[in-house]
Protein backbone atom coordinates (compact mmCIF):
# COMPACT_ATOMS: atom_id res chain seq x y z
CA UNK A 1 0.00 0.00 0.00
CA UNK A 2 1.31 3.22 -0.68
CA UNK A 3 0.03 6.87 -0.78
CA UNK A 4 1.09 9.53 -2.57
CA UNK A 5 1.04 13.32 -1.80
CA UNK A 6 0.96 15.93 -4.32
CA UNK A 7 0.03 19.66 -5.02
CA UNK A 8 2.58 21.19 -2.58
CA UNK A 9 4.44 24.70 -3.73
CA UNK A 10 4.96 28.04 -2.64
CA UNK A 11 2.43 30.69 -2.24
CA UNK A 12 1.97 33.98 -1.38
CA UNK A 13 0.00 34.84 2.10
CA UNK A 14 -3.72 35.02 0.73
CA UNK A 15 -3.08 32.58 -1.92
CA UNK A 16 -4.77 28.86 -2.06
CA UNK A 17 -3.38 25.59 -2.53
CA UNK A 18 -5.06 22.00 -3.33
CA UNK A 19 -3.37 19.10 -2.24
CA UNK A 20 -4.19 15.42 -3.14
CA UNK A 21 -2.81 12.13 -1.91
CA UNK A 22 -3.55 9.01 -3.59
CA UNK A 23 -3.82 5.77 -2.18
CA UNK A 24 -2.90 2.52 -3.80
CA UNK A 25 -2.13 -0.94 -3.52
CA UNK A 26 -3.56 -4.14 -2.20
CA UNK A 27 -6.88 -1.85 -0.74
CA UNK A 28 -9.89 -3.80 0.48
CA UNK A 29 -11.47 -0.56 2.38
CA UNK A 30 -10.47 2.82 3.73
CA UNK A 31 -11.85 3.99 6.51
CA UNK A 32 -10.70 7.97 7.98
CA UNK A 33 -8.61 10.15 6.02
CA UNK A 34 -6.69 12.40 7.12
CA UNK A 35 -4.13 15.53 6.63
CA UNK A 36 -1.50 16.34 9.43
CA UNK A 37 1.53 18.76 8.90
CA UNK A 38 4.74 19.41 10.66
CA UNK A 39 6.35 22.68 10.42
CA UNK A 40 10.18 23.18 11.38
CA UNK A 41 11.45 22.25 15.02
CA UNK A 42 7.32 21.71 15.72
CA UNK A 43 5.47 18.34 16.55
CA UNK A 44 3.30 17.14 13.75
CA UNK A 45 -0.36 17.94 14.04
CA UNK A 46 -3.44 17.04 12.63
CA UNK A 47 -5.30 19.76 10.10
CA UNK A 48 -8.35 17.69 9.14
CA UNK A 49 -9.78 14.69 8.88
CA UNK A 50 -12.64 12.69 7.09
CA UNK A 51 -14.65 9.65 7.29
CA UNK A 52 -15.58 7.12 4.97
CA UNK A 53 -19.41 8.79 4.94
CA UNK A 54 -17.85 12.40 4.73
CA UNK A 55 -18.07 13.22 8.38
CA UNK A 56 -15.58 16.11 8.51
CA UNK A 57 -13.34 17.66 11.48
CA UNK A 58 -10.55 20.40 11.51
CA UNK A 59 -7.95 22.09 13.94
CA UNK A 60 -9.49 25.14 15.12
CA UNK A 61 -6.24 27.38 13.42
CA UNK A 62 -7.52 26.21 9.83
CA UNK A 63 -11.43 26.29 10.46
CA UNK A 64 -12.98 28.43 7.60
CA UNK A 65 -10.03 28.41 5.27
CA UNK A 66 -9.46 24.63 4.43
CA UNK A 67 -11.94 22.08 2.91
CA UNK A 68 -11.10 18.31 3.30
CA UNK A 69 -12.65 16.14 0.72
CA UNK A 70 -12.43 12.78 -0.63
CA UNK A 71 -13.31 10.40 -3.93
CA UNK A 72 -14.22 7.21 -2.54
CA UNK A 73 -13.70 5.34 -5.81
CA UNK A 74 -10.40 6.75 -6.53
CA UNK A 75 -9.08 6.67 -2.99
CA UNK A 76 -7.89 10.03 -2.97
CA UNK A 77 -8.56 12.64 -0.79
CA UNK A 78 -8.25 16.29 -1.30
CA UNK A 79 -7.09 18.97 1.18
CA UNK A 80 -8.36 22.71 -0.33
CA UNK A 81 -6.42 25.68 1.51
CA UNK A 82 -7.58 29.17 1.12
CA UNK A 83 -6.21 32.29 2.80
CA UNK A 84 -2.92 30.90 3.46
CA UNK A 85 -0.75 32.27 5.78
CA UNK A 86 3.23 31.96 6.93
CA UNK A 87 1.74 29.98 9.92
CA UNK A 88 0.85 27.36 7.51
CA UNK A 89 4.13 26.88 6.02
CA UNK A 90 5.22 22.84 6.62
CA UNK A 91 4.92 19.42 5.75
CA UNK A 92 1.73 18.34 4.92
CA UNK A 93 1.48 14.90 5.19
CA UNK A 94 -1.20 12.16 4.43
CA UNK A 95 -2.93 9.52 6.18
CA UNK A 96 -5.47 6.59 5.85
CA UNK A 97 -6.54 3.72 8.47
CA UNK A 98 -7.72 1.02 5.80
CA UNK A 99 -8.31 -2.64 5.53
CA UNK A 100 -6.12 -4.33 2.99
CA UNK A 101 -7.19 -7.45 1.12
CA UNK A 102 -5.92 -9.68 3.50
CA UNK A 103 -8.46 -8.40 6.15
CA UNK A 104 -6.28 -6.11 7.99
CA UNK A 105 -6.63 -2.66 9.14
CA UNK A 106 -3.76 -0.81 9.51
CA UNK A 107 -2.92 3.61 9.63
CA UNK A 108 -0.52 4.09 6.34
CA UNK A 109 1.22 7.52 5.74
CA UNK A 110 1.82 9.46 2.45
CA UNK A 111 5.63 10.83 1.98
CA UNK A 112 5.24 14.66 2.82
CA UNK A 113 4.36 17.54 0.64
CA UNK A 114 6.16 20.89 1.47
CA UNK A 115 3.74 24.05 1.33
CA UNK A 116 5.51 27.46 1.84
CA UNK A 117 3.72 30.76 2.62
CA UNK A 118 5.98 33.67 1.36
CA UNK A 119 4.65 37.05 3.33
Known amino acids: VQLQASGGGLVQAGGSLRLSCVASGSIFSINDMAWYRQAPGKQRELVAR???????MYADVVKGRFTISRDNVKNTVYLQMNSLNPEDTASYYC??????????????WGQGTLVTVSS
Open 50 to 56: ISSSGST
Open 95 to 108: NANLMKYDRRWGIY
